[in-house]
């Protein structure tokens, strides 16, 4: 079975306020966590990655924060915006190496509105 | 061509039939990935290439067949097409040499359907 998973298939918020998506992982071994944004109809794209010796991690606009005592890792975006709708994949190094593919969990759809 | 690019866009393929889909990317990275996105299941992996020459299995390998003559060209073929390899496919690469490996640069996919 899927290695990462989320909690919730949907978030809904308001425009300028705070998301937080969340993803569970099952693989201590994972070295890295990694953070994904599709927008209908294309490819994913990178967000931001957390090494599993970190507890949290900055980039703009978005925060990741790691708990492996409870295996748990979320995506904070700060006020979002129309352009942050899309849907969010939580991703890991399951099979070492680096360069061997990642571990997709199932996304979440983060819907904005006005 | 800029990024990667996959083609084709879309197709509709009879069960039985031998397909290939292609994928090219100018970056000179030496990972290239092929993933599988069905809905609800998120992204699977079925192919990877951590340099021109090699190739490894991912979580969903049957039924397809990947080559890496070069650095920039990642074919996935599917020798006989079924049903449910219906899915769209997404061709990925990314910069290993440099440790940038979780940075994966997708392509806009290629929505594949086995009737």
């Known amino acids: 079975g899927e290695s990462v998973g989320l909690h919730l298939p949907t978030l809904s918020v308001q425009e300028g306020d705070n998301s937080i998506i969340n993803c569970a992982y099952s693989?201590?071994?994972?070295?890295?966590f990694i953070w994904y944004k599709q927008e209908s109809g294309k490819g994913p794209q990178f967000i931001i990655d957390i090494r599993s010796n970190m507890d949290k991690r900055q980039g703009q606009r978005v925060t990741v924060l790691l708990n492996k005592t409870v295996k748990h890792l979320s995506l904070q975006i700060a006020a979002t915006q129309p352009g942050d709708s899309a849907v969010y994949f939580c991703a890991e190094d399951l099979r070492g190496g680096g360069a061997d593919g990642l571990t997709f969990g199932k996304g979440t759809h983060l819907i904005i509105q006005p | 061509i800029a990024g990667i690019t996959q083609a084709p866009t879309s197709q509709i393929l009879a069960a039985g039939r031998r397909m290939t889909l292609r994928c090219t990317q100018d970056m000179r990275h030496n990972a290239m990935y092929w993933y599988r996105q069905d809905l609800g299941l998120g992204l699977r992996l079925i192919h990877y290439?951590?340099?021109?020459?090699?190739?490894g299995k991912g979580e969903v390998p049957d039924g397809y067949s990947v080559s890496r003559a070069n650095t920039d060209d990642f074919p996935l073929t599917l020798a006989s097409a079924v049903p449910s390899q219906t899915s769209v496919y997404f061709c990925?690469?990314?910069?290993?040499?440099?440790?940038?490996?979780?940075?994966?640069?997708f392509g806009p996919g290629t929505r594949l359907t086995v009737l």
């Open positions: 290439s951590n340099t021109a020459g090699t190739t």
């Open positions: 693989n201590s071994a994972s070295d890295y």
């Open positions: 990925a690469s990314s910069d290993w040499a440099s440790g940038n490996y979780n940075e994966q640069f």
